[in-house]
């Protein structure tokens, strides 16, 4: 069965570094995803893209967020200047259509800063 | 306002029994429910979902109930296992690209 993956499983940085968090979606998918989950909190969506290009994001993903589609098969998640606050896990997600379409998540990177 | 959430942060159920978990939402605009599972260290894992049009569906041991006049969504599932033991989220879908999850119940079967 078809399934989103992601990596690392687990990135460790230094405040102020730049992390790049890397998806392949499912392969059919048109529609990817970030959310993050702050330890022990809930799912939080950050951001949506489409046909290279941000659909949708929220007020986290503020200046110090970019996504990507660098090829065919990644997407990456780019944070410029990690701050304390950023570390949690980070889920992608794709999903075929959007609006009401199921979306399917990877298992997940857990990024620790310092 | 934006808003999917719980009434019970915890739920234990004897193995064998049923278990229903509930969910409150508050945008009476949404039109697409889903159930994720989150099992300890991944990722939501689908289990069902619903979309407005509809007040009940099934799948194998879970059913899904929404309630739109009240705005309830509820989770059933049938002849819980051990591997039924996770952190449940409802999440809501208002017609934009992103889901909007609930805070989790942690349900624990006990042997």
């Known amino acids: 069965e078809p399934e989103v993956t992601q990596t690392p499983s687990h990135q460790v940085t230094q405040m102020g570094q730049e992390v790049i968090l890397r998806c392949v979606p499912i392969?059919?998918?048109?529609?990817f995803y970030w959310y993050r989950q702050i330890l022990g909190q809930k799912v939080e969506f950050l951001v949506s893209?489409?046909?290279?290009?941000?659909?949708?994001k929220s007020e986290i993903f503020d200046d110090q967020f970019s996504v990507e589609r660098p090829d065919g098969s990644n997407f990456t998640l780019k944070i410029r200047s990690t701050k304390l606050e950023d570390s949690a896990m980070y889920f992608c997600?794709?999903?075929?259509?959007?609006?009401?379409?199921?979306?399917?998540f990877g298992p997940g990177t857990r990024l620790t800063v310092l | 306002g934006e808003s999917v959430g719980l009434h019970l942060p915890t739920l234990s159920v004897q193995e064998g029994d049923n278990s229903i978990i509930n969910c409150a939402y508050s945008?009476?605009?949404?039109?697409?429910f889903i159930w994720y599972k989150q099992e300890s260290g991944k990722g939501p894992q689908f289990i069902i979902d619903?979309?407005?049009?509809?007040d009940k569906r099934q799948g194998q041991r879970v059913t899904v109930l929404l309630n739109k006049t009240v705005k309830h969504l509820s989770l059933q599932i049938a002849a819980t296992q051990p591997g039924d033991s996770a952190v449940y989220f409802c999440?809501?879908?208002?017609?934009?690209?992103?889901?909007?999850f609930g805070q989790g119940t942690r349900l624990t079967i006990n042997p």
């Open positions: 997600a794709s999903s075929v259509l959007t609006v009401a379409d199921t979306q399917y």
């Open positions: 392969s059919n998918h048109l529609y």
């Open positions: 893209f489409y046909n290279n290009e941000i659909s949708e």
């Open positions: 945008n009476s605009a949404s039109d697409y």
């Open positions: 619903i979309r407005s049009n509809m």
């Open positions: 999440a809501e879908n208002m017609g934009a690209q992103k889901l909007v």
